[in-house]
């Protein structure tokens, strides 16, 4: 609304001081579900899981997500190795799963990567690469900085995770290429399903969920009919599928004079 002209500083800020000390829009075990919810729908269309793949990283997200929104808040202490912790446990309980039957049944990499997809850097990149944009380039720094350092614990923790399950069983599976069984046909439910469980899972207002399936949709086929035709530029793909994003965001922001959030 400030940004628009439809409101004052002082009343942006007043309404930004509500906003903050309201209480959240759904409790700490809904957002566990929610969180569990999206890393079985990320499973096939992020990271190439199966079917039988989809429930194990229901499982293991709902372990993650306990630690998120019920661990973390009862201990500031713990909220600081959250990170290094977490990828830990889902690395360790992954490669445990995806060892069975000698790696023949489940996906290890899929399993580790959706459970983990939630807690990605990817909103602080954003905001640094925004922020570098408009030249701003201390906070964008900052930002960018912050995100390298946050992206290797993360690969820390999922390197420490899957080297203590194969100190223990030596038979672990190490492989981290999955082939999927699920028809792309059937990944197009699974964006919607994964934008709206995330948007909920971050308090989100229920009347901006379609648009945000419409966004999140779009940006989804556009990178995957392109990736299917420039099938070793994935950067190309990912800069057309932002392209769409950023597009549709803006129009819906001009048109309607508010903001996509």
């Known amino acids: 609304g400030v940004v628009h002209d439809r409101l004052g500083v002082e009343d942006g800020c007043r309404i930004l001081n509500d906003i903050i000390s309201r209480k959240p829009k759904f409790n700490k075990w809904v957002c566990t579900f929610y969180y569990a919810f999206c890393s079985a729908c990320v499973c096939t269309w992020g990271f190439g899981g199966s079917w039988i793949d989809i429930p194990i990283s229901f499982g293991v997200g709902a372990v993650i997500g306990f630690f998120q929104f019920v661990v973390c808040p009862m201990n500031t202490l713990y909220s600081s190795v959250f990170e290094v912790s977490s990828s830990i446990v889902a690395s360790f309980i992954a490669r445990a799963i995806g060892s069975i039957n000698g790696g023949n049944t ?93 948007a909920l899972c971050n308090q989100a207002s229920w009347k901006q969920l379609p648009m945000m399936v419409l966004v999140s949709g779009g940006g989804y086929v556009v990178t995957y009919f392109s990736s299917l035709h420039f099938k070793d530029v994935t950067e190309l793909n990912a800069t057309l599928g932002c392209f769409i994003i950023g597009l549709i965001a803006n129009v819906y922001s001009r048109v309607h004079k508010r903001l996509l959030k």
């Open 106 to 198: 489940f996906c290890y990499a899929s399993i580790v990567q959706s459970s983990l997809a939630l807690i990605l850097p990817g909103y602080i990149i954003l905001c640094g690469s925004l922020e570098l944009q408009s030249r701003n380039l201390v906070a964008g720094s900052v930002r960018m900085f912050y995100a390298f350092i946050y992206s290797l614990m993360l690969s820390f923790g999922i390197t420490l995770g899957a080297a203590l399950y194969g100190w223990i069983d030596h038979n672990a599976t190490s492989n981290t290429i999955c082939t999927s069984n699920v028809s792309p046909w059937f990944r197009f439910l699974f964006v919607p399903g994964f934008t709206v469980g995330i």
